[in-house]
């Protein structure tokens, strides 16, 4: 939003340099007698406008400035949420590892005792 005003403001302003800039051509070529205080007039409204693009500029950077910041924190927030995330995932998946480990162990006990109990009665 700010951007959006800053930069139509520019525009504005860089609209208003370029009137000025014509009034100056016509003045001239009409071969007014002021020509040299037009000059210093232009002058005086070219730094203005200057000034005040300048300004511009630095609230553009400004607001760009900000909103790096802001993405930059979302970056992070994100970041770590996906390693919270990722944390526990791992923790599930050794506990899941273990019960299987377990129940592995559990089966091949059984297995061994059936073939204990096969060969005694073979």
Partial sequence: MALEQAAEAAAQRHAALERVLRSEIKARMRGETSGVQATQALKLDMQ??????????????TALGSQLRMAQDEVARLRAHVEEELARAMERQRAANAAHEMAVRALAAQLQQHAEATEGSL
């Fill in 48 to 61: 203005a406008a200057q000034r005040a693009i300048r300004g511009d500029v630095e609230e553009l950077a």
